[in-house]
Every structure is written in structure tokens, then in C-alpha cells.
Nanobody, 129 residues
């Protein structure tokens, strides 16, 4: 089992920002994808964003339409840590946010939670209007 830990959640007002962090321990490989997902009460877990790192350490990011232009995964961070910068937060962003890690070969689309074998425990984000 690979430990994955999220941090940085909290309670904010609409329009404010938060920065989540995800650290994966004992990861020896350059190639990986680290995804951010969220789950609100009574709803299914949904994809938020992902960062792929290839064997040359090139990084590629993808975002759900609902967060494009507001959320970003900074590139060029340390090998085993990724972040999710969340700006202009809305009440609909309220959810438990999870980080998930996967290594190739990738057997699913980036937005499918079932394709990620390693998950953190989540960090709560609450946005009030």
C-alpha cells in the first residue's frame, strides 16, 4: 500500500481561495498520474483535475469543465507532492477532496476514479455564500 495524504482543506467564503496539497510516500517512479477528485454528500465522486508526469518529467494537466479557469495544478513541484490551487471558490465546490495516484499502464480515462489504486483519506472543503 502506498500512503497518500491530503492537506489544506478548510472553510472559506465564496470568492476566496484554498491550496490543497497531496503527498505520496515511498514512490520511486517518475511516471505517474496524480488526480484530484471530490465527493459531496449524497453525490458520486467526481474528477476535478489530474497531472500526468512522463518518463522525462514532462507534465500535462487536465481539468473538469466545472473548475476550468478557477482551479490549477502548479507544475514543476517536487516529485512526490502535488497541489491544487482553488480560486474563486463557489458553494458548489463544497465537498471532501481526495488525491489519488496511479502508475502506468493507465487502464482508464483520467476522470474515472476506478482507475486509481492509491487514495488518500480526503480533506474537507466548505464554501459558504
Amino acid at each position: 500500500q502506498i500512503p497518500v495524504m491530503e492537506s489544506g482543506g478548510g472553510s472559506v467564503q465564496a470568492g476566496e481561495s484554498l491550496r490543497l496539497a497531496c503527498e505520496v510516500s515511498f514512490w520511486s517512479y517518475t511516471r505517474k498520474r496524480m488526480g484530484w477528485f471530490r465527493q459531496a454528500p449524497g453525490k458520486e465522486r467526481e474528477a476535478v483535475a489530474v497531472i500526468y508526469t512522463d518518463s522525462s518529467s514532462r507534465e500535462t494537466t487536465y481539468y473538469a469543465d466545472s473548475v476550468k479557469g478557477r482551479f490549477a495544478i502548479p507544475q514543476g513541484t517536487t516529485k512526490n507532492t502535488t497541489y491544487l490551487q482553488m480560486n474563486n471558490l463557489k458553494p458548489d465546490d463544497t465537498a471532501m477532496y481526495y488525491c489519488a495516484v496511479d502508475d502506468p499502464p493507465y487502464t482508464s480515462a483520467w476522470y474515472q476514479p476506478s482507475g486509481y489504486p492509491y487514495w488518500g483519506q480526503g480533506t474537507q472543503v466548505t464554501v459558504s455564500s
